[in-house]
T-cell receptor, first 113, second 114 residues
Framework: DGGITQSPKYLFRKEGQNVTLSCEQN?????MYWYRQDPGQGLRLIYY???????QKGDIAEGYSVSREKKESFPLTVTSAQKNPTAFYLC????????????FGPGTRLTVT | AQKITQTQPGMFVQEKEAVTLDCTYD???????LFWYKQPSSGEMIFLIY??????QNATEGRYSLNFQKARKSANLVISASQLGDSAMYFC???????????FGKGTLLTVNP
């Protein structure tokens, strides 16, 4: 079955620690995206990558970092510099053209205390 | 920059009735797309329907249709014959031709009553 996997579903960390969220897709999509969702809000774009070894900042990239070493994988690191890291994080992928729907993973709910 | 406005934080509908969820957009791009996604309480985003800015006809997908009025910059989602499983958050989004990044609205929480 083709799709996007994110792990883990729930993640708990202490303040000051970096944490990496996993995102893997087997859809052969070129483009991958990371979004953040806060309660009562829509999705906000953190980073996106349209091709391997290249990525661009989204609207709220501060305190986050990514890598795209393989087409299938786009991990997101939430660093200690992110002031309010507790949120729901969604990864998505698409072939990358206009009108191509983005396929989403199940999400990771990160709680930092 | 693009902006999506969804003015209805919550909507209620009786089972088997139709409901319209509002979406207005603002973009300076001459070519763009409009999407609707459904987010159940589980959190996963489910694609529902797409409309291109140059499409002459309104998009339809099963019980979902998109009422696209370009001059008014609106792209309302119509769900016919509502079902209990339609209860979820619904998000409108747009992607301009310039960068294919999706910009989302804040969503509308739809509750279908039996």
């Amino acid at each position: 079955d083709g799709g996007i996997t994110q792990s883990p579903k729930y993640l708990f960390r202490k303040e000051g620690q970096n944490v990496t969220l996993s995102c893997e897709q087997n859809l052969n999509h070129d483009a991958m995206y990371w979004y953040r969702q806060d309660p009562g809000q829509g999705l906000r774009l953190i980073y996106y990558s349209q091709i391997v070894n290249d990525f661009q900042k989204g609207d709220i990239a501060e305190g986050y970092s990514v890598s795209r070493e393989k087409k299938e994988s786009f991990p997101l690191t939430v660093t200690s510099a992110q002031k309010n890291p507790t949120a729901f994080y969604l990864c998505a992928s698409t072939f990358g053209g206009q009108g191509d729907e983005q396929y989403f993973g199940p999400g990771t709910r990160l709680t930092v205390t | 920059a693009q902006k999506i406005t969804q003015t209805q934080p919550g909507m209620f509908v009786q089972e088997k009735e139709a409901v319209t969820l509002d979406c207005t957009y603002d973009t300076s791009d001459p070519s763009y797309g409009l999407f609707w996604y459904k987010q159940p309480s589980s959190g996963e985003m489910i694609f529902l329907i797409y409309q291109g800015s140059y499409d002459q006809q309104n998009a339809t997908e099963g019980r979902y249709s998109l009422n696209f009025q370009k001059a008014r910059k609106s792209a309302n989602l119509v769900i016919s014959a509502s079902q209990l499983g339609d209860s979820a958050m619904y998000f409108c989004a747009t992607d301009p031709s310039s960068n294919y990044k999706l910009t989302f609205g804040k969503g509308t929480l739809l509750t279908v009553n039996p």
